[in-house]
């Protein structure tokens, strides 16, 4: 029993990373309907960035809790200016392109990011501080869950319930569920869609990136190649709870990790990719929308 | 020079400064913030590198100067070639001057045989005047095309996202060697087998995904091109695992084993055969009944079917042929290397391959040759600029889609023009 609340602990932090990148990948979707396959290179640049400001920070003798702040801080504020310029450079242009051009776009962002962070730090695994605290009361349950696993699911928690009161109750909220509805509407009301799709490609960044910081710090190591495997699974989680809804992203995430907790500890950790594809293929062959995506309605 | 030319170059250069931009004062200050912009973006990864175990941090300030002045120059190209862009776009033709030179050289039958002959003539060739290095390069270009052309089937003309064509390359690669290393069968026998597998592994991939759509469908199958790479990593009993199967023998010309010179020259051969082979299949699929049903299945989904074509063949039809190509090219890949582990076929390549067909233009044929002539062999060639390759490689990737999001060589479908009769030849 003991065994399985400590997997189900480590299956909800590894969902609630998956759950952080994949809302990223998730509104970009619902808003220009285009799969930023850069995302997860933003995910890694705020870890590195977070890296650096840790790293400058301890020398300069900050106490821990200081220095986890303003490394979460200023990796989401690179982030966000990163995810800001990647939209202004590569996508916008092609907002009115053939549906395949954003995507090859987009691919070759990732691999140019990719390669311009190893270039200017380096290609090695680079150590991460362990910056998140360790709490005393935290002690009694030490063997099912750690501190820093419950500072994860906190933040992540807390993340997602921000965002869903964003979405629903302030103006750039609705502004954005309008422009994903339908974006010549939105115009046509006023909605400065351009600032909407940039405000998006913002909170998505941020979001990565303080995963990114979290559970390179749980971790312990990063490297510029982080970004690939965990945007390939954040994508496959975003997938699966229906690509566009936001709830569908945060359960799709947790559904994920789960799902490679449970197969990593019972079955085999070679196999744990297999089985999260396996279900993906599963779920989507009995909701092809995702477990909840909307159908559209396709028109002729 | 006389006043006319030197106007005409003035109002060039005007342009080009000042594209989107009201007066030159407007555009270096614009250049000048963009740069500022770039500068504080690229502040921490660029000019910090810490050492978190000695704690020490190293500062490469003169990175910053070399940012700033790219960017503030290079802001003035984009925006010039943007400008560009958004005044081609009013123009109903938009074809190339490369694209125009080649449609002249097709239809006019004179210069259409004298470039196949040199072409032809080129191939023979090269393996002789180039050497072994250049050649082996050159069968990997071959190879690229092949797999373009097989994915051109599936994603160019039936329109359906498949992210995870490496799996099919991948089964023929491993059919090849394993075969090989357990019962010694030979190059020749295991193409066709190559074939085969990749089509059956093609239905087996189609019936799941039948209803997705898009970027479902997309996920889908990328999710079974990574089962597939960590089936052949992880069953080591198998497939030998992460250490691949190495020694696969090459092909042998009619019982006589070459050495390793012949052999490659060889295997040119064959690529080219086997290229011209699939060139002609695919030239004439796409002109054929289920050609057009691709087209109808790409165009709309709903219109297709009331039209009464069948939906499941069709897109079944097209994985199968799709991977057919994938297989052969698998096998010639295995042979050509000798050498085959998981790593070669990873979702990179899958992203590459379409990346050809993309950026070369979707569902034209000297698009993807030209496409996998720019991916892969101006990669080989800039082998020389070590760590920056791949960062070129992906900024190239960007800048076309950027400048050219329909491809560089559009598909061209078959025009016949009616002659109109002369006076009294009518009515005959």
């Known amino acids: ?300 | 020079m006389s006043n006319e030319s030197k106007t005409m170059n003035q109002s060039f250069v005007r342009f080009f400064l000042t594209a989107g931009c009201d007066g030159y004062a407007h555009a270096v200050r614009k250049s000048f913030l963009v740069a500022l912009w770039f500068v504080f973006l690229t502040f921490p990864i660029m000019v910090i590198r810490v050492n978190t175990i000695e704690n020490t941090v190293v500062w490469h300030w003169s990175r910053l100067g070399y940012v700033a002045l790219a960017i503030f120059f290079g802001s003035f190209v984009w925006r010039w070639l943007l400008a560009r862009k958004e005044l081609k776009k009013d123009e109903s033709q938009n074809e190339t001057r490369v694209e125009s030179v080649l449609t002249r050289m097709q239809s006019n039958p004179i210069f259409k045989f004298s470039a196949l002959a040199v072409l032809a003539l080129a191939a023979a060739v090269y393996p002789w005047a180039f050497n072994l290095y250049q050649t082996n390069i050159m069968i990997s270009c071959l190879i690229y095309i092949v797999l373009g052309l097989g994915l051109n089937i599936v994603v160019g003309l039936a329109g359906l996202l498949d992210l995870g064509y490496v799996a099919f390359y991948a089964v023929g690669a491993y059919a090849y060697a394993l075969c090989n290393m357990h019962w010694g069968l030979g190059f020749w026998y295991m193409l066709p087998v190559g074939a085969v597998l990749g089509a059956v592994l093609g239905i087996i991939l189609g019936f799941p995904v039948l209803r997705l759509r898009g970027d479902y469908l997309a996920i889908v199958t990328l999710g079974f091109g990574e089962i597939i790479r960590l089936v052949l990593e992880n069953w080591g009993d198998v497939t030998m695992g992460p250490s691949g199967i190495s020694s696969i023998a090459r092909p042998d010309l009619f019982g006589v084993k070459l050495g390793v010179v012949g052999s490659t020259q060889y295997m040119f051969y064959i690529m080219v055969g086997l290229l011209v082979f699939t060139i002609f299949c695919v030239n004439r699929l796409q002109n054929s009944r289920i050609g057009r049903a691709w087209l109808a299945l790409r165009e709309d989904e709903i219109a297709c079917q009331a039209m009464g074509i069948d939906k499941m063949k069709t897109k079944l039809m097209a994985f199968a042929l799709g991977a057919t190509w994938a297989g052969m090219a698998g096998v010639v890949f295995a042979a050509k290397t000798t050498f085959i582990n998981p790593a070669s076929f990873t979702f990179w390549e899958s992203a590459i391959i379409l990346s050809i067909v993309v950026i070369g233009g979707m569902g034209s044929i000297r698009g993807v040759i030209a496409g996998a002539i720019i991916l892969i062999l101006v990669p080989e060639y800039l082998r020389e600029f070590a760590q920056f390759r791949m960062l070129l490689f992906g900024a190239i990737m960007v800048l076309v889609m950027v400048f050219r999001p329909q491809g560089l060589i559009s598909a061209k479908r078959k025009i016949y023009t009616y002659k109109v009769a002369e006076a009294g030849a009518a009515n005959e």
């Open chain 1, 1 to 300: 029993m003991e065994y399985f609340l400590e997997l189900f602990m480590g299956g909800l932090t590894r969902g609630s990373i998956y759950a952080l990148i994949a809302l990223g990948y998730t509104m970009v979707y619902g808003i220009i309907e285009l799969i930023n396959f850069a995302h997860g290179e933003i995910y890694m640049i705020g870890a590195f960035t977070g890296l650096i400001v840790a790293g400058l920070l301890t020398m300069l003798g900050f106490p821990t809790s200081a220095i986890l702040v303003i490394a979460i801080v200023c990796a989401i504020v690179w982030a966000a200016a990163y995810g800001l310029t990647i939209e202004k450079m590569a996508y916008k242009p092609l907002r009115s392109a053939p549906r395949l051009s954003p995507l090859i776009s987009a691919i070759g962002m990732s691999i140019f990011l990719q390669n311009y962070v190893m270039i200017a730090q380096t290609s090695d695994f680079l150590p991460f501080p362990e910056l998140i605290p360790h709490f005393d009361f935290m002690d009694k349950v030490g063997s099912i869950m750690s501190s820093a696993e419950l500072v994860i699911i906190l933040a992540t928690v807390a993340s997602c319930v921000g965002l869903t009161l964003f979405i629903k109750f302030t103006k750039l909220g609705k502004a954005m569920r309008a422009t994903a509805q339908n974006r010549k509407m939105a115009m046509l009301v006023g909605i400065n869609v351009d600032m909407v799709i940039s405000a998006t490609f913002v909170i998505g960044s941020s979001l990565a990136a303080v995963g990114g910081v979290l559970i390179a710090s749980h971790i312990g190591q990063i490297n510029y190649y982080i970004g690939f495997i965990a945007g390939i699974k954040a994508f496959t989680a975003a997938v699966l709870g229906g690509i566009g809804s936001l709830p569908g992203a945060m359960l799709g995430g947790l559904v994920l990790g789960l799902t490679e907790a449970f197969a990593t500890g019972y079955v085999s950790s070679d196999y744990e990719d297999v089985f999260a594809f396996l279900l993906l293929v599963l779920i989507l062959i009995f909701r092809p929308s995702g477990i909840m995506g909307k159908e559209k309605t396709q028109k002729v």
